[in-house]
């Protein structure tokens, strides 16, 4: 019996309940919400600020599909319940927003819902947008009134049932979601709290970083410590990603000071790892082009995140940890050296500090060593090094899973055992 199918029944047979839960918690946003943000027409200034915010969402990463329009929608995000596409947030007035009055377009922020009073699905990351103020939200508003006009109605949501019922979000919301712009923390300092708001509100670091429950919401006891989700390989295919734990576990940030936390989120490129797969967006479109007093709030905040530990798999006995020496010294020594340090001319480090080696779940990890680290395209200015082959036609299940416990389990690196199991679901 599929996995799914027990928790499929359960919600099923659960209809009527949510339903009933709907009708005590649906809300009509639209004749309630009251803001302090000025609608009225801005000035240049304010666009310009609205340019900056929504570089600083990565808006353009979602809503501007492969080949199309910029901002007109399109993008297919594959999750466990289906196919969700992004919209057109463009002015046209028939497929996008240009017919969205202002506080329309804050409650699909603040509350995630649309002009019609239809739930937004959290794959619009609105858990994390409901953080930005008003006038931020004003400013944005501004800014996505006044790109290109595209014409381009999103494809249909193709979810399972009863995903594809958008009543039942009220349910959702009110057992995950709390509504509300940030709140400062007098305690912190002033660059503290700018880093607490860009990450946890417009950068909405924990939609990957977190992982999430069987319904989707992001575990908040677990904020930060790492997620899975689904994302293309070269070549195009599927295939599941880890992003790494942000927090100051040994797993973690933890080895990383400061400098090379905003190294990394302005230039893509620090003395432990060099930004390749689906980081590489983040950094090409969003991180690198914030100032240089947000990027270092953000790493200031970020480094201040208390630690989750990973939970650490068992270690490879010694015919693995054998194997993975031998495939390691053919394949991967010459670059990455015997040392497991690197080089700033060959290879980046695996020794301590790379959040891929360390990870609990190696899917990134395998994902690299299948199919080579995707860099950035067009390149970042930093210097890069040529990008390392794939070894999907070269090494066998066996031999990749050996050399990956071997580099996990080497040079000050615990994350364990890698089995041949899990790079047969990564191929």
């Not at 000035?43 to 929504?54: F, T």
């Not at 670091?205 to 899975?228: F, K, Q, T, V």
Request: charged share 20%; net charge negative.
């Amino acid at each position: 019996m599929s996995k799914s199918l027990p928790r499929l029944l359960v919600i099923v047979l659960l209809v009527p309940v949510l339903a009933a839960a709907w009708l005590l918690v649906q809300t009509d946003h639209s004749k309630n919400t009251s803001t302090s943000a000025d609608f009225s027409v801005p000035d240049e200034s304010i666009i310009e600020r609205g340019r900056y915010l929504a570089v600083a969402g990565n808006c353009a990463t979602c809503h501007t599909a492969p080949g199309g329009e910029f901002m007109a929608g399109g993008l297919a995000f594959e999750t466990p319940f289906g196919t969700i596409y992004s919209t057109n947030i463009t002015p046209d007035a028939e497929t996008g927003i240009g017919n969205w009055t202002g506080v329309q377009f804050l409650n699909s922020m603040r509350h995630g819902v649309r002009p019609d009073g239809e739930h937004l699905y959290p794959v619009f990351p609105y858990t994390a947008f409901t953080k930005v103020t008003d006038e931020d939200v004003a400013a944005l508003y501004a800014y996505f009134q006044g790109i290109p006009a595209v014409r381009r109605e999103a494809p249909e949501n193709q979810l399972s049932f009863p995903f594809n019922q958008r009543s039942l979000m009220a349910f959702w919301k009110g057992k995950f979601f709390d509504a509300g712009s940030y709140e400062q923390v007098d305690s912190e300092s002033e660059e503290w709290n700018r880093g607490a708001y860009l990450v946890e509100g417009l950068a909405h670091c924990s939609a990957c970083h977190s992982p999430r429950n069987a319904l989707g919401a992001e575990d908040s006891g677990r904020a930060m410590a790492g997620g899975e989700y689904l994302d293309r390989v070269p070549g195009g295919a599927l295939r599941p990603w880890v992003a790494p734990n942000l927090t100051s576990a040994p797993t973690g940030l933890a080895l990383w000071p400061v400098e090379e936390v905003a190294a990394y989120l302005k230039t893509g490129l620090n003395k432990y790892v060099e930004t390749y797969g689906p980081m590489n967006e983040v950094i090409i479109n969003s991180t690198r082009h914030l100032s240089e007093t947000d990027i270092e709030a953000m790493a200031v905040y970020l480094k201040s995140l208390p630690a989750h530990e990973d939970e650490l798999n068992r270690a490879p006995d010694s015919n693995v940890l054998g194997m993975g020496r031998t495939v390691y010294n053919l394949h991967c020594g010459t670059c990455h050296l015997p040392t497991g340090l690197g080089d700033d001319e060959s290879a980046p480090r695996l020794a301590g500090g790379s959040l891929a080696v360390q990870a609990s779940n190696p899917a990134s990890l395998i994902n690299v060593i299948l199919y080579g680290p995707e860099l950035p395209d067009p390149p970042l200015p930093t210097k890069r090094r040529n990008p390392m082959e794939e070894f999907q036609y070269l090494l066998t299940d066996a031999e990749v899973a050996a050399v990956a416990s071997y580099v996990r389990s080497n040079w000050g690196n615990s994350a364990g055992l890698v089995t041949a199991e899990q790079v047969a679901k990564q191929r």
